[in-house]
Structure formats: C-alpha cells, structure tokens
C-alpha cells in the first residue's frame, strides 16, 4: 500500500518518492502527501516534480478500493512518468490548507449540535453537515455564536490510534451514519479536539482551533424529513 504521511503529519507539503505504477487511472506512488479523496475531504491537487525539472500537475488524488493504493490524477494530456522513477510529490499547499481548517471547523459543529451526522461535504469556502434531526428547530445564531467561541478558545487537537475493539466498545464515538470507519485492520485514526470531541477520522486538521478563523452560518435548510443541512462558510 501507498505509505500516507499525511496521516500523521498534515502539514506535510513535501516528499520524494517512487514511481511503482502508471495507468490511465492515475500515477501510484510507494509514498505520499497527497490526501485522497474520502470522507467528505476532496482530494489534493498539486504537481510531481521530476529530475529534469519539469513538472506533472495533478488534478485529483483518488484511492483504488482494492488496492488501497492514492492514484494521482495527472491533468489531461500531462506528461506521464515512468515506473522506477523518483520525483517529489508537492502538494498545494494553500488549497490543502483551507480544507484542513473546514475540516476542523465541521468537527466542532458536531460539538455544538447534538444529533447523527447522514452525510457532509468540505469544501475550501464552505462546508456543510447534515443531521438526523427530524423534530428540531436549529438556533442559527446560537451555532454561530457556539463556533465562533470554540474557535477563539483555541482549543489544541491530537489524533491518535485506537484498537477495533475500543471502537465496537464505545459505538457513541462515530457520529456518521452513512459511512462507518474501516475495521478489520487492527486500529482505528480519531481525531480529539481538546474537551471538545473525539470521533474517528482519516481527513486532515490543523494544530487548534484557532487557526479555523472566525465563521459564519449560512443556510439551515430541511432536506427530506429527517436530515437538517447545516451550511457553515469562512468570514475571510
């Protein structure tokens, strides 16, 4: 399998790695900072840059379910590199960015509503999550006024590592409904949000709330007749 170093590092924008594969479907490399698509995250962009200096623009960065290998999708009619090859993977870095602090900021909206997430989106303007909340009345102004303290607070997040077993011990820990984290394989990625929250999650953050910046909610919207769509979007 691909190694993701940005499972444990999101910050990373950087690494050297190896051509093991190339296909129509994208370029495989041994090792990646490139977030594939998943979980609501939208996957990296950002170029592969080779020994002569020349450059390969990725559009997209997907997972191959079988394999669970990152295919990185080279933009239409890019050079292609050939296996063996060492290039360095770069990610952009101020599109990641705004996508690791949505991210975050969606975590502390499951904070300040009570309720099981059905589906959600990031985005690097915008985010949404949808609840299961057929007989609620949201206070927009009060989710609003509820993020905006959390995000002043700057409160520090952790990820960490947990066994399958702490997972099917405490099932209250995963909030989405429609898409539960992957098992089988020994342990499981949450992210901790300090006194705040903590639920499985394989995407990007950042270091504390703080870095979210001040954010506003747009839409509340009902959509079917359970699920609430909570629309959340950056000031700046």
Not at 30 to 49: I, K, N, S
């Amino acid at each position: 399998m691909t190694r993701e170093l940005f499972r444990e590092d999101g910050y990373l924008r950087t690494c050297d790695a190896t051509v093991v594969a190339v296909s129509e479907r994208g370029i495989v490399l041994d090792a990646t900072v490139f977030y594939a698509e998943g979980g609501g995250q939208p996957g990296d962009t950002g170029v592969l840059r080779r020994a002569d200096g020349s450059r390969i623009a990725i559009a997209d960065t997907k997972k191959d379910r079988d394999s669970g290998k990152h295919l990185h999708v080279p933009l239409a009619g890019a050079s292609l590199p050939t296996v063996g090859e060492t290039v360095q993977a770069e990610i952009d870095w101020d599109r990641r960015y705004r996508l690791m602090r949505m991210h975050t900021c969606l975590h502390l909206l499951c904070a300040v509503i009570e309720g099981g997430v059905t589906g959600g989106s990031v985005g690097t303007d915008r985010g949404r999550l949808d609840f299961d909340l057929p007989d609620r009345v949201l206070d927009k102004e009060r989710i609003e006024g509820e993020l905006n303290r959390l995000i002043a607070e700057d409160r520090p997040l952790a990820m960490r590592w947990i066994g399958d077993d702490e997972i099917a011990a405490n099932p209250e820990l995963v909030r989405t409904m429609s898409v539960r984290p992957p098992s089988g394989q020994g342990r499981v990625r949450v992210i901790e949000v300090a006194g705040v929250d903590l639920q499985p999650c394989g995407g990007t953050h950042v270091r504390s709330t703080g870095e979210v910046g001040r954010v506003r909610v747009g839409k509340i919207e009902k959509k079917g007749r359970h699920n609430r769509r909570v629309n959340v979007l950056f000031e700046g």
